[in-house]
């Protein structure tokens, strides 16, 4: 049998560009990802008033924004609830986690929010580090898909509501009048977590 010679150098040659390329790769993937803008909803419009920014309002006193509808509509593929402090006990685990998501923004708990948040989530979105009170009503959520990917369990919902005197803190993306849909995505595991928010165009 004849031995086949192994050339050492193009070997070496081959390796190197090789390695070149690897790194090539690397450089542009880090670079993408530096460019693309994140997902956040902070951006003030120009057709848009918004109201004047008070962290020490207590929007409870607020007796216009006590008698609108508070309770959180939660539908989960066609089995509804509206959800209160008297039932929240008697509710699943989802509703109870996007009840609970709900109150961090009413109650302008900015450090409690970031807990409702997977770690991925912050490398395509952001979300503001501080905000006042959010006046939230007409909210509605509900169930539109779930999936498998990489031996996880996600779902996907839809989540709607209006904010009274919107001041822009956490959505500077609606009027005081407007309700525009976000399909949030959650990651099922012993915890709930937030992995993505994308707005329903």
Known sequence: MKRIKINSKKVKRLI????I????LAVA????RLLTPKIGFTEKR???FYFPVDYNENIFEDLVYINRFRDVRFDYYGAAVYM???NYSAQSKEAKFFYDYIKSLIYGDYNLHRTYFDKSFFARHYIPEKFTMQKLYDIEIYAMSSDIKDGSAFETYKVSYKIQENNGTYRADVSSTESKPVAITVKKGTELKITSIIPIL
């Open 29 to 32: 993937f880090f670079v993408l």
């Open 16 to 19: 190197i560009i090789i390695s």
């Open 46 to 48: 120009d057709d848009v």
């Open 84 to 86: 209160n402090e008297e």
């Open 21 to 24: 390329f690897l790194v090539i």
